[in-house]
């Protein structure tokens, strides 16, 4: 493909994680009207958030394979559908049995989203890593700007129809994708024979640096996720805005990772891999003054320095993983995205009980040193990576440099 293609390739499957991960976050604010419509209490219409994240953590270990297997497009094509279909159902669900249903379809199709999108940027740039880093970055960028501006959008749409015209709304945009990526995702073949999990995930267990590298996602996944689902509120205690105002405010931390999504390559490309410990110094320094601030300017600033940090580490270590597996890059993609997913689910409880017992400070401090330790950990790992690399091939060429000359 040309690069226009490329560049193509790269908005269609940003926009589907831009709306699928705003299909997620854009719940959460929804849960009261819910309750009230439906007539359940908070916590039973709350299970509706559960019934969607359940599958999605789950069968995101499986559609990385599958696309192994079955290639890449075919299946981020049938789940662009599927989630489509399944967000814009929410809308027509009578009863909390039917809402918990449509919305556990929904987040299995959901769960092949990233974890495919990432290892098909891999396939098509093939693997090269400066290039996969920029455009993991733009995509990471776009999807978290759908992440952060939920609020915005399904306060908006709530306030003007009801939080059935949200569902309806994030299904039929993500309809127009999914049928415009059938037509822009070009087709290929699988790159395994067979599909076994066992077989796969086998390989991924015994690569240790690739474990190594998937858990510092995870504490990436801990530090990002798990304290930016606090975010909102603290923004709202501080300022006394509405729930708009807060969405606005919040949306700096997108609007941070779409930048850093676009322009970081240069950055990442100048200081080589001394940028991950860099922007583990920039997020760290600003969630931690996170929680000094009542300034809606100064917070803005705070949330956009996370995002900036955030977004100049992850697509590092994702394209970093999906080097260590290039024959399974669905399979390792899964296996990032389950523990990055992981990680912000376990960080996201965690940080409930921290909270409760030391205040929003102490969540954000917390957070900003976890981020601190993944980029100097990223930092420290892949320089191993790229000795053990060197020093690998150097004993081959060597190897072969003996061949030659007893050849001779």
């Known amino acids: 493909m040309k690069k226009t293609g490329t560049n193509k390739m790269i908005m269609i499957l940003g926009m589907m994680a831009f709306f699928c991960n705003g299909d997620n976050y854009a719940a959460a604010p929804l849960i009261v009207e819910i309750a009230k419509d439906l007539h359940l209490g908070i916590s039973q219409a709350a299970l509706s958030i559960t019934a969607y994240m359940l599958p999605f953590g789950v069968f995101t270990l499986l559609f990385g394979p599958l696309s192994d297997r079955y290639g890449k497009a075919r299946i981020i094509n049938i789940a662009a559908f599927g989630t489509a279909i399944f967000s814009g159902l929410g809308a027509v669900a009578n009863d909390l049995t039917s809402l918990s249903i449509i919305r556990s379809v929904n987040g299995v199709f959901a769960a092949a989203i990233l974890p495919v999108t990432m290892s098909l940027i891999g396939d098509h740039l093939d693997g090269d890593p ?164 009542h300034s809606p300017v100064l917070l803005s600033l705070s949330l956009a320095g996370f995002g900036f940090g955030f977004i100049m580490i992850q697509p590092t270590l994702v394209a970093k993983a999906q080097q260590l597996m290039p024959k399974r890059r669905g399979t390792a993609m899964s296996l990032a995205s389950f523990t990055m997913f992981t990680g912000g689910g376990i960080g996201t409880f965690l940080n409930g009980a921290i909270l409760t017992e030391w205040g929003f400070e102490s969540v954000f401090v917390i957070a900003g040193i976890l981020i601190l330790v993944a980029g100097t950990s990223a930092t420290a790992l892949l320089k191993r990576i790229a000795q053990s690399t060197h020093l690998v091939r150097q004993v081959e060429k060597d190897a072969e440099t003996k061949k030659m000359v007893l050849s001779k």
């Open 130 to 293: 400066r290039k996969v880093q920029i455009a993991l970055g733009k995509i990471f960028g776009i999807m978290f700007l759908g992440g952060a501006s939920a609020t915005v959008i399904g306060g908006t749409l709530a306030y003007i129809g009801s939080w059935r015209l949200v569902y309806l709304v994030y299904g039929f945009a993500e309809l127009i994708i999914a049928f415009l990526m059938l037509k822009i995702l070009e087709r290929q073949h699988g790159a395994v024979s067979a599909f076994n999990l066992k077989d796969a995930y086998r390989d991924a267990f015994a690569d240790s640096s690739l474990l190594k590298t998937v858990g510092i996602i995870f504490l990436m996944g801990f530090s990002v996720f798990g304290s930016f689902a606090y975010a909102g509120k603290f923004v709202e205690i501080r300022t006394g805005y509405n729930i708009l105002l807060v969405g606005l405010i919040l949306t700096f931390f997108g609007l941070a990772t779409v930048f850093g999504g676009r322009k970081g390559g240069a950055l990442r490309q100048k200081l080589g891999n001394k940028h991950l410990f860099l922007s583990g110094i920039l997020a760290c320094a600003s969630w931690v003054f996170m929680g000094a601030w």
